[in-house]
């Protein structure tokens, strides 16, 4: 079974910086994808990021462009997810994710839908003061 284990969260100041990581098992790298998603408290789950290792695909949400990037290392099964400029608005808990058995892993498109992704890691709370 896939198993994801999120890391890295804390509490960091406005402006500061943060880096995720999802350590995956249980899959098969070149045929995987792995979603970053973040629920802030009373609001929805929302998609952050993407990376595919099946097609190179990536996707961030476009209001964090410039300032999160997605990263891996392929000989840890991890993928990072660097957030720097952080503001209080991105206080959340971040989960990593990966799709459903059955979908193809890419993270091609202008949405991620949280309803593609069957695994999910424990998340791990950011939180950003002012």
């Known amino acids: 079974d896939v198993q994801l284990q999120a890391s890295g969260g804390g509490l960091v100041q406005t402006g500061g910086s943060l880096r995720l990581s999802c350590t995956a098992s249980?899959?098969?790298?070149?045929?995987?994808?792995i979603a970053w998603f973040r629920q802030a408290p009373g609001k929805e789950r929302e998609a952050v990021s993407c990376i595919s290792f099946s097609d190179g695909s990536e996707f961030y949400a476009d209001s964090l462009k410039g300032r999160f990037t997605i990263s891996s290392d392929n000989a840890k099964n991890t993928v990072y997810l660097q957030m720097t400029s952080l503001k209080p608005d991105d206080t959340a808990v971040y989960y990593c994710a990966s799709h459903k058995t059955g979908l193809v892993p890419t993270c091609v498109g202008s949405r991620i839908y949280t309803s593609d992704f069957g695994f999910w890691g424990q998340g791990t709370l950011v939180t950003v003061s002012s």
């Open positions: 249980g899959v098969t790298f070149d045929f995987f994808a």
